[in-house]
């Protein structure tokens, strides 16, 4: 564990130089600051988010694949970092912070062990790469983010530790019904079985003491994903104020945030991002498209918009 471990306090990030001076609020994945008064709480909040980026000597995906994901696995870590941020919430909550020389309580290190560089990890490189290939995309190929987000919402199927409801918008649109059905739905637990166990004992990167239960919950907590361009090469500042987003813990939770959505959507000059409606509307040729079953006859249509979808992101990059 030590060894794939890198901090933001091993980068020097805690010099409060690297802070713009402004009398703007500091926002961070919800949370308001003030960087003149609360400089300290901004490093920590920042210091506790989990980082992945680039890595090499892990052992080969499929046996014999890449043993590095530098140049191809850009997307698929940023992927990882989404669904970590979601995991913490989840199970540690948003109020809490790493401490340096501190112990961290035992679901830190399982939303850890998910991420590790090993083919039985919920979310690691190996089985966001493996999956991929149903989705045209072979392994050591670049993605984007529309493919990544496929596949993430297909390895979450198996995650019965966090019992995620991962709902990706299209076209724009985020349909507050099909929300609402996804998140009061339970998933059987069949993921403890899934991908084999390896000879320490862990079960899909989790130990094999970590609890999973089947108990049917109320609401899922909800992971949203809404593909969007926001500009070019820097985010248009019309789209700031709808950035300043939470998780989605509870069902009153995303009422809150609809609630928000629809205020915001009122302001004068503001620009929303999406559109935000109850039920499916009607212009809306292909429903869901991103939120098929895993056995949808419609594959090969999901996987042709898939590529066209990244092609264009591919360009921009260039």
């Known amino acids: ?120 990890s919920y979310y690691s490189i190996h089985q966001i790469a493996q999956m991929g290939v149903g989705e045209g995309k072979s392994i050591g190929q670049w993605y984007g983010p529309n493919t990544v987000a496929q596949v993430l919402k297909k390895l979450a199927v198996f995650d019965t530790w966090s019992s995620l409801a991962v709902h990706i918008a299209m076209d724009n649109t985020v349909v507050m019904e099909e929300i609402r059905r996804l998140c009061r739905t339970s998933v059987p637990c069949a993921g403890a079985t899934a991908f084999p166990a390896d000879s320490d004992r862990h079960c899909n990167g989790f130990p094999a003491g970590a609890e999973v239960t089947n108990r049917p919950s109320p609401w899922r907590p909800l992971v949203l994903l809404i593909p969007l361009r926001l500009g070019l090469t820097d985010i248009n500042e019309a789209y700031v104020e709808t950035l300043k987003g939470f998780f989605c813990k509870t069902e009153d939770d995303f009422n809150d945030w609809c609630q928000q959505v629809k205020k915001l959507s009122l302001l004068g000059g503001a620009l929303p991002m999406f559109e935000l409606v109850e039920l499916q509307p009607s212009h809306l040729a292909c ?30 990059s260039l």
Request: hydrophobic fraction near 35%; glycine fraction near 6%.
């Open 1 to 120: 564990m030590d060894a794939a471990t890198l901090t933001y306090d091993t980068l020097r990030f805690a010099e409060f130089e690297d802070f713009p001076e402004t009398s703007e609020p500091v926002w961070i994945l919800g949370r308001k600051y003030s960087i003149f008064t609360e400089k300290d709480e901004i490093l920590s909040d920042v210091a506790s988010r989990l980082w992945f980026t680039y890595r090499k000597n892990f052992p080969a995906i499929g046996g014999t694949g890449p043993t590095s994901d530098t140049g191809w696995g850009c997307m698929l870590r940023c992927g990882q970092m989404i669904f970590a941020q979601a995991l913490v919430c989840r199970h540690l909550g948003r109020d809490w912070r790493w401490t340096q020389r501190k112990r961290q309580p035992d679901s830190y290190f399982s939303v850890l062990n998910a991420f590790i560089d090993r083919k039985d």
């Open 287 to 316: 429903p869901d498209v991103l939120n098929l079953s895993l056995d949808s006859s419609d594959v090969e249509r999901l996987e042709r918009f898939f590529d066209s979808e990244d092609e264009d992101f591919e360009i921009l």
